[in-house]
């Protein structure tokens, strides 16, 4: 017995093949010179008239053999297409993760749609954001926000101060160097806090979306294995257009 996967693996191959000989033959079709032919001989009037050689151009495409090659051709198309789709209407498989049934009974088609889903929603799960290592996160129950412990910080202000450098004397004032003190003036507590998300529960769901990922590829590659019934629709599809 024929199975899907074998008729997936030619279906390429049958496509582009149908896909060269219509084109060879549309190609051919459109060529009058080639469905042209011709015969003509010449007699003179009488026996003393210049002799002629006779004059002949053969038909060298004949439409209906380009129908009959182009519908060989489509008709393998059209089997092989029709035997894929007949029997993915019927090849189904369970997506099964660490024993653990988590669609059961599915076909095909659908498992094409999950894998390229999967991809996508990896791609996206490898992107969140991550909480800032550098800092210690917990979970805030009133925000269900991550939070950061309260950092105390001092605020300061600078204060201008006198330095004498020299006393004043009856001949010379003071003289005096200002400078800036930073004199501690209040505190600043601050909370950080973050929509972002551990780096362990980002890896926990992209091992979940593998895990996934692989068991719905093995599900593919079991219900591909189902086997088929050959369908011959590319006889009766042409025996109705050109017989």
Not at 141 to 164: A, Y
Not at 205 to 211: A, D, M, P, Q
Request: glycine share 4%; proline share 5%; with cysteine.
């Amino acid at each position: 017995m024929t199975k899907l996967n074998q008729i997936i693996a030619v279906e390429k191959g049958v496509k582009s093949k149908s896909l060269q000989d219509i084109t060879a033959a549309h190609h051919k079709v459109q060529k009058p010179a080639l469905l042209a032919g011709i015969s003509r001989t010449y007699q003179p009037k009488d026996e003393e008239g210049e002799q002629l050689p006779p004059e002949s151009a053969r038909v060298q495409i004949k439409a209906e053999e380009a129908l009959r090659e182009m519908s060989a051709s489509l008709t393998r198309l059209f089997d092989v297409t029709a035997t894929k789709d007949w029997a993915n209407c019927s090849a189904r498989a369970d997506v099964t993760v660490d024993g653990r049934t988590v669609v059961g009974d599915v076909p095909v088609s659908y498992l094409l749609f999950l894998e390229k889903q999967l991809t996508d929603l990896h791609t996206f799960v490898k992107k969140l954001p991550v909480l800032d290592a550098s800092e210690s996160w917990s979970l805030d129950p009133s925000t269900d926000l991550w939070k950061t412990d309260p950092v105390r910080t001092i605020r300061t202000k600078k204060v201008p101060r006198n330095h004498v450098k020299a006393e004043a004397t009856d001949k010379h004032p003071a003289q005096v160097d200002v400078y800036y003190e930073d004199v501690p003036i209040g505190y600043w507590t601050t909370v950080k806090f973050s929509g972002a998300l551990p780096a362990r529960r980002v890896n926990e769901l992209l091992e979940r979306v593998e895990k996934l990922q692989h068991a719905v590829k093995f599900a593919r590659e079991e219900a591909n294995g189902a086997e088929v019934t050959d369908r011959r629709v590319g006889d009766a599809v042409f025996g109705y257009l050109f017989g």
